[in-house]
């Protein structure tokens, strides 16, 4: 029986991020992820389809696919009506960018 080696996400992740072609390309669309990432997760947990979710935030399934997929990015008023259809609390905060030490 063969086994296969498998490599955490998260060091590949690292590994990738030294390499300044990788950062280049993937640093302008990382807030694009972040953000339908934060919008698939709360539908995902109330097991909801993009079209259940449409229907409760009055809108359809075409609109909540073109959200998750980064594009456009969503206004604060949607983002209210996301957490209203899930079930959950919208929480906006912001963090301090990576910092490279001295």
């Not at 991020?17 to 972040?34: H, I, L």
């Not at 389809?49 to 949607?78: C, D, F, H, Y």
Request: a neutral charge; charged letters at 30%.
């Amino acid at each position: 029986m063969s086994r296969e080696k498998t490599i955490p996400a998260n060091d590949l992740s690292s590994e990738w991020r030294k390499d300044p072609d990788y950062v280049a390309k993937c640093d302008p669309v990382e807030e694009e992820f972040a953000i339908a990432s934060a919008m698939i997760a709360p539908r995902s947990h109330a097991g909801l389809t993009q079209a259940e979710l449409g229907k409760r935030m009055g809108t359809t399934q075409s609109v909540i696919a073109r959200l998750e997929a980064g594009k456009p990015k969503p206004s604060t008023s949607t983002l209210e009506k996301l957490a209203k259809a899930t079930g959950t609390k919208l929480r906006i905060s912001f963090e301090p960018e990576n910092v490279q030490p001295a």
